[in-house]
């Protein structure tokens, strides 16, 4: 027997420092996590203190150079980080993928240097919390025909509008929120809690991420100074931006989920007895098994040379739309075959599977869905948009 997740030993491609933050996440996760997941997530609570420990361990920001707080690390840091915190749930790689890659990426590559000075320490070590407004009610997959708006008034702008399924809302400090001035020019405002007319009402009875908190961002006639908006673009290109390196970190983080749901069903099927044999001796679960490494040694595969194509600069969103999509199919497709495997016991919070297949019902849609990553692949391949 062969229960080794490194089926065709992807460390050797790994750096020594990257197998010593990987081993510390893992730690981390193993130590702060596992042990109260189940029940944040069964009674949909916050986890004790989560964004701080997450800065402690370098989660935050882990691509953000030294003198602005981040760990100033590579591409492939950021990926085996996600990987880990999704294992332990994909809940708390969303906590760290909107604070790294939605929040702390636009004020670093968008923000003037007072911006970045004033926001990113405190983001990176976690005391700040952030979240991301793109997505409104009417507009999800379409965020060109956004309706939040920013009118110029004396000393700043006034925003109206509202965002809807915005990760970490509820508990954020800071929103980056994206808006079309009077030119419909797409613009970055940051906006602060307390700022009067802007409120963040939670989304209740989620069956998925019940360990992250969601909502919406309620913008009326809300005054921003004008030092709160983002110089260094004007268009969808700063939203997409933001979404290139996420995307990139989700691509990892479901592998750890994966990978968490296939052990779990490799140890469940080699002690579980059946008609007097584990049930792992019948060939219809060892194809399912078969099949669960197999598919997940592919996806390491992508994101690992996504990574090293990131790295150099050369990731094109394309590649990263094809990772994404790919992965987190693989991810669910997994939890749902290893579910079964545990037969009954599979939809207990005993065991992560259920738990895990319910939360990527929610990374599949979120920051793309899967059917607008096949699209985009669809015009890459032919030259037309099928969006239009
Ligand atoms: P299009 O006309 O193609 O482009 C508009 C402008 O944007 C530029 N651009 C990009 N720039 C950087 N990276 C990319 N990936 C880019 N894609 C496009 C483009 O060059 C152009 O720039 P400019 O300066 O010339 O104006 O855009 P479109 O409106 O036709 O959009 C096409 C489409 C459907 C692919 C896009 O709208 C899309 O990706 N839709 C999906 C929406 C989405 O992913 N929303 C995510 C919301 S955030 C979220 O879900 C967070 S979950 C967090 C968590 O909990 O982990
Ligand atoms: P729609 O766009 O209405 O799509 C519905 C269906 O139609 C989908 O299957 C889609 O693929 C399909 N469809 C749409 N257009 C086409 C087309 N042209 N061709 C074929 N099929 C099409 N957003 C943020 O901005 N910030 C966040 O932090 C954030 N966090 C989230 C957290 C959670 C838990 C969830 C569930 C969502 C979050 N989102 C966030 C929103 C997320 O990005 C959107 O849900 C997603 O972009 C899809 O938008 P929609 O739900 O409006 O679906």
Not at 138 to 156: L, V, W, Y
């Amino acid at each position: 027997m062969n229960p080794a997740v490194d089926y065709f030993n992807m460390d050797a491609l790994l750096t020594e420092e990257h197998l010593l933050i990987r081993e510390a996440v893992r730690q981390f996760v193993e130590r702060d996590i596992i042990p109260i997941v189940d029940q944040s997530a069964q009674h949909h609570l916050d986890i004790p203190g989560l964004m701080p420990k997450l800065g402690a361990i370098g989660a935050l920001g882990p691509y953000i150079p030294v003198k602005y707080g981040g760990a100033g690390l590579d591409q492939m840091a950021y990926g085996l980080i996600m990987q880990e915190l999704e294992a332990g749930d994909s809940a708390i790689r969303s906590a760290a993928s909107v604070q790294s890659s939605l929040v702390m990426y636009p004020i670093y590559t968008f923000g003037s240097e007072e911006q970045r000075i004033k926001y990113l320490p405190s983001l990176a070590a976690g005391t700040l919390i952030g979240c991301f407004g793109l997505t409104e009610p009417d507009h999800g997959s379409d965020p060109s025909a956004m309706e939040t708006k920013i009118r110029a008034t004396e000393g700043g702008y006034i925003l109206t509008g509202r965002k809807m399924w915005i990760t970490n809302a509820p508990i954020a400090d800071i929103a980056v929120v994206w808006a079309k001035d009077e030119g419909g020019l797409v613009r970055g405002v940051l906006v602060e809690r307390g700022m009067t007319g802007f409120s963040t009402p939670e989304t209740l009875n989620k069956w998925s991420l019940r360990a992250s908190k969601t909502g919406e961002l309620v913008f009326d006639e809300v005054f921003i100074p004008s030092a709160n908006i983002l110089p260094g673009v004007k268009s969808l290109r700063g939203p997409f931006s933001c979404l290139n390196s996420a995307r990139f970190g989700i691509s990892w983080g479901v592998i750890g989920a994966a990978i968490d749901c296939y052990k779990t069903a490799l140890r469940y099927a080699v002690t579980r007895e059946q008609f007097g044999k584990p049930i792992a001796s019948f060939q219809l679960q060892q194809k399912k098994l078969a099949e669960m490494i197999t598919e997940i040694t592919k996806a390491q595969l992508l994101s690992w040379r996504l990574a090293v194509l990131k790295e150099q600069d050369q990731a094109r969103p394309e590649q990263i739309s094809m990772a994404k999509r790919n992965n987190v199919a693989m991810a669910l497709q997994v939890a749902r075959e290893a579910r079964q495997i545990l037969g009954a016991m599979g939809i207990v919070g005993d065991y992560p599977i259920m738990r895990h297949m319910m939360n990527l019902e929610s990374v599949v849609t979120y920051e793309g869905t899967h059917d607008i990553h096949l699209l985009i692949t669809g015009n890459d391949i032919t030259g037309i948009s099928a969006f239009q």
